[in-house]
């Protein structure tokens, strides 16, 4: 029978490593769905999930049952991809800078033709800021001023990332719905 995940907790605040073994397989699949929502490339994603699991390790003195052990965990996993992302800026690795086009609504959705996959392909092609405020937003239902306060921007700027990502999103969704899935 598998331990729940309080007995998971404190086990891991004794420092039973059969208890963290048991938490990073109870939330590492969940984690990484989040770190790789923020971070550029799988493995940076898996790094991400790495010191995420050591910020949880380290810290869970911090962690007071005050929600879900889930939701403290996640949100470790979105600082830490996060503070990731922006180091990497700060290495000075190229972002794009890819600007958004008006686009008119067509008539039907393409939406309704793409699989889970393909949406998650597609809002990966955004430009980084896009993709960040786009999840961050639409995903883990942060605000914008929460979205300012984590990226050190301001709240409109926020809206205005988020805007310009619905709509680069639309007009992929748009292209993709009109490309063939298979080519003769």
């Known amino acids: ?3 729940s995940l ?3 907790v404190e086990g891991c605040r004794r420092g039973r490593p059969a208890a963290q073994r048991g938490l ?4 590492g699949y969940q984690l990484m769905g989040v ?3 923020y971070c550029p490339s799988r493995d940076e994603a898996e790094d991400a999930l790495q010191l995420t699991f050591v910020k949880i390790f380290t810290r869970l003195d911090q962690f007071r049952n005050q929600g879900p052990f889930e939701a403290w965990a996640r949100r470790i996993a979105v600082t830490t991809s996060l ?3 922006h180091q990497s800026r700060q290495r000075g690795q190229p972002l794009e800078a890819e600007e958004a086009a008006d686009i008119h609504h067509p008539d039907g959705t393409p939406f309704d033709q793409l699989s889970a996959d393909d949406v998650v392909r597609l809002i990966h092609t955004l430009p980084p800021g896009y993709r960040t405020v786009l999840n961050l937003y639409a995903i883990e239902g ?3 001023a929460e979205i300012g306060e984590l990226l050190g921007i301001s709240e409109g700027t926020s809206k205005s ?3 310009r990502a619905r709509r680069l999103l639309e007009e992929r969704l748009t292209q993709q719905a009109h490309t063939p899935l298979y080519h003769d």
Not at 24 to 27: H, I, K, N
Request: with cysteine.
């Open 83 to 85: 503070n990731l992302w």
């Open 142 to 144: 942060y605000s914008h």
């Open 161 to 163: 990332q988020l805007s």
């Open 35 to 37: 770190c790789l929502r």
């Open 1 to 3: 029978m598998a331990e």
């Open 24 to 27: 990073y397989e109870r939330l």
């Open 6 to 8: 309080d007995a998971l």
